[in-house]
Nanobody, 119 residues
Framework: QVQLVESGGGLVQAGGSLRLSCAAS???????????MGWYRQAPGKQRELVAS???????NYSDSVKGRFTISRDNAKNTRALQMNSLKPEDTAVYYC??????????WGQGTQVTVSS
């Protein structure tokens, strides 16, 4: 079992910045098999989409809509992943979810954190 807890959402004006953090906890046998962690978002009336992810070896991946503005980072020792979001736009408004995928293919999700960007 893996538990994911997100923090750092909120309200910001367009052009501003926010930093999201996701902390993973659980059994050592599960935590040690996390192969990729990432951030997804879901806006009202839209499907959940990948924002950014990073593998356990440090390879990042970004959606085209956030490239150059968002940066995903990791702290393996603390089992945390952070998403630095700069130059935020109103279209970035969504609930952001942390995801962890284990080597087995099993997915775990956080409870979500709201990000609202005002114009």
């Amino acid at each position: 079992q893996v538990q994911l807890v997100e923090s750092g959402g909120g309200l910001v004006q367009a052009g501003g910045s926010l930093r999201l953090s996701c902390a993973a906890s659980g059994s050592i046998s599960s935590i040690s098999t996390i192969v990729i962690m990432g951030w997804y978002r879901q806006a009202p009336g839209k499907q959940r989409e990948l924002v950014a992810s990073i593998t356990s070896t440090g390879n990042p991946n970004y959606s085209d809509s956030v490239k150059g503005r968002f940066t995903i980072s990791r702290d393996n020792a603390k089992n945390t992943r952070a998403l630095q979001m700069n130059s935020l736009k109103p279209e970035d408004t969504a609930v952001y979810y942390c995801n962890a995928r284990l080597w087995s293919g099993q997915d775990y999700w956080g409870q979500g954190t709201q990000v609202t960007v005002s114009s």
